[in-house]
């Protein structure tokens, strides 16, 4: 009998190969950074465990744009162009934990700079939780590719996590793709999008149910490993820490909490095994100031 999940595989490689004839003219990896909002603001105590209660945040909301000579990628979307109209049904409560500030949707920075958002080949969200799935809607027609259990739970999932105004529109181009077993870095399940190491998923279940991480080489020197909401902050990082459990109060942040707490000590295990390697919170915006900001790309 087939394996499905090499099925899953093989249509995922089929479309990229197809994408490769209208690919951008790039001969390098490269990637930019585009902030589309910040938070308004929380004590660092509140965003991880063991934070300073002295210490104030302003988590990112961002997309990540890599072009690759095959294809062109967004991970994740960040805020989007009906932010405040998806945003509205929340709760008082999660209007104030959540509360952003100014709005600068990804299509808009896009459409503004010229840049070829025909040349698009592919969405990946980190996972589906509001804050990475609100731009989906500006990309109509664009493939979404996520895991089949994700678009799922996203489907029956509620506020504040989850926005059904931001996944159940008939504009969006949905495809599912399981992760393959295929070891990569400490992580079982993988799939080399490219077929040369520069651009890996990896399965990240956990806080949701398959959340997706992005590792990106540039070069043997410039490696990333972008982790969606496995922390919010690098912290969660070093100290192998969760986030704090007082927020279980407000919201049900994690889909499983052992296995949320079981991928943050994966990933601070690469931490300290490879140091050279940046590891890149989707929310933390001081590891988010390092890298390039749209329109500036990575440079080869
Ligand atoms: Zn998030």
């Known amino acids: 009998m087939r394996n499905p999940l090499k099925v899953y595989w093989l249509a995922f490689y089929l479309l990229f190969s197809f994408w490769a004839e209208a690919g951008p003219a790039t001969s390098t990896v490269r990637f930019s950074f585009i ?15 063991g934070g300073s209660w002295w210490t104030r945040r302003h988590l990112t909301h961002g997309a990540v744009l890599i072009e690759h000579p095959q294809g062109t990628l967004l991970y994740d979307t960040g805020l989007g162009t009906q932010v405040d109209e998806q945003f509205a049904g929340n709760s008082w409560l999660a209007k104030q934990l959540f509360a952003f500030t100014h709005p600068r949707p990804l299509i808009t920075q896009l459409q503004e700079n010229h ?14 939780h509001w804050d990475h799935a609100s731009g989906l809607v500006d990309f109509p027609g664009i493939p979404i590719w996520v895991q089949p259990s994700e678009l799922e739970s996203a489907r029956s999932g509620e506020m504040p996590s989850f926005l059904q105004s931001q996944i159940n529109s008939d504009t969006l181009n949905w495809h599912t793709m399981e992760l393959p077993e295929n070891p990569f870095l400490n992580f079982t399940r993988s799939l080399d999008i490219f077929h040369d190491g520069s651009v890996v998923l990896v399965d990240l279940s956990g806080h949701t149910a398959a959340q997706v991480g992005l590792f990106l080489k540039l070069s043997e020197a410039e490696q990333y490993l972008f982790i969606g909401d496995t922390t919010w902050t690098l912290e969660g990082v070093i100290n192998n820490k969760p986030r704090p459990g007082m927020l279980k109060i407000v919201v049900e942040v994690e889909d499983n909490q052992s296995l949320a707490d079981q991928r943050i000590a994966q990933v601070h295990e690469l931490y300290k095994t490879y140091p050279e390697l940046v590891i890149v919170p989707a929310h933390d915006e001081r590891v988010a100031a390092d890298l390039p900001h749209f329109p500036e790309f990575s440079q080869p």
């Open 35 to 49: 902030e589309t909002s910040q938070s308004k603001g929380a004590q660092e105590a509140m965003v991880v465990k």
């Open 115 to 128: 840049y070829p958002v025909q040349n698009i080949d592919a969405i990946i969200p980190s996972h589906l």
